[in-house]
């Protein structure tokens, strides 16, 4: 099974500060195929499903504000939410989905 | 955008079975990867199972091997995850998601979820 790994557990930032989220997996999710890196990112607010972000890494889901960003390749992701709002307040999982079974990250607490 | 609606929860006595069934509003239900993923109350996200889109062929995490069963009725645009002596460990919110790509897009869409709730 593919291990994701998280840092940090939680962040608890200011309004307009920069928030960001690692992400590990033990093995590569590049596929080389079509050169995608199968990692998805997620929003969890309290009482809710998760909320896609990013998928791919680095694409943005349709109607996910600008200021979260996905980047990185192969083992290493990073997520940044450039300018935090209050909104933004919730637990954020990275997860890969390039061979079953799906796995997640342990999460990380954003807090303002 | 697909729309996944589960139901079926309830509050069971261990030793018990339930089904779960997740209705998909997508159009080609066949062409979507279907999963159940569950959150244990305060937990993070773990995956339970998921089924190919033709429901030929289907996976499971060690926990519930043998226990659960996956199962797809694409006439229906319906998941059903099947599941027999529950004990308290799997007392979580039950979440359906469907995986689909193209060449352009990647889809993965959740359900709202449904609680399980173990105890006597």
């Known amino acids: 099974d593919i291990v994701m790994t998280q840092s940090p557990d939680s962040l608890a930032l200011s309004l307009g500060e920069r928030a960001t989220i690692n992400c590990r997996s033990s093995?590569?999710?590049?596929?080389?195929?079509?050169?995608?890196?199968?990692l998805a990112w997620y929003q969890q607010r309290p009482g809710q499903p998760p909320k896609l972000l990013i998928y791919?890494?680095?694409n943005r889901e349709s109607g996910v504000p600008d200021r979260f960003r996905g980047s990185g390749s192969g083992t290493d992701f990073t997520l940044t939410i450039s300018s935090l709002q209050a909104e933004d307040v919730a637990v954020y999982y990275c997860?890969?989905?390039?061979?079953?079974?799906?796995?997640f990250g342990g999460g990380t607490r954003v807090e303002i | 955008e697909v729309r996944l609606v589960e139901s079926g929860g309830a509050l069971i006595h261990p030793g018990g079975s339930l089904r779960l069934s997740c209705t998909s509003s997508a159009s080609t239900f066949t062409d979507y990867w279907m999963h159940w993923v569950r959150q244990a109350p305060g937990k993070g996200l773990v995956w339970v199972a998921d089924i190919t889109g033709k429901g030929t062929s289907a996976k499971y995490a060690d926990s519930v091997e043998g226990r659960f069963t996956i199962s797809r009725d694409n006439a229906r645009n319906t998941l059903y995850l099947q599941m027999n002596s529950l004990g308290a460990d799997d007392t979580a919110v039950y979440y359906c998601?469907?995986?689909?790509?193209?060449?352009?897009?990647?889809?993965?869409?959740w359900g709202q979820g449904t609680l399980v709730t173990v105890s006597s």
């Open positions: 998601v469907s995986f689909r790509g193209t060449a352009d897009v990647y889809t993965i869409s």
């Open positions: 997860q890969q989905f390039y061979n079953t079974p799906l796995t």
């Open positions: 093995q590569s999710l590049f596929f080389s195929e079509n050169k995608k890196n199968y």
């Open positions: 791919w890494a680095s």
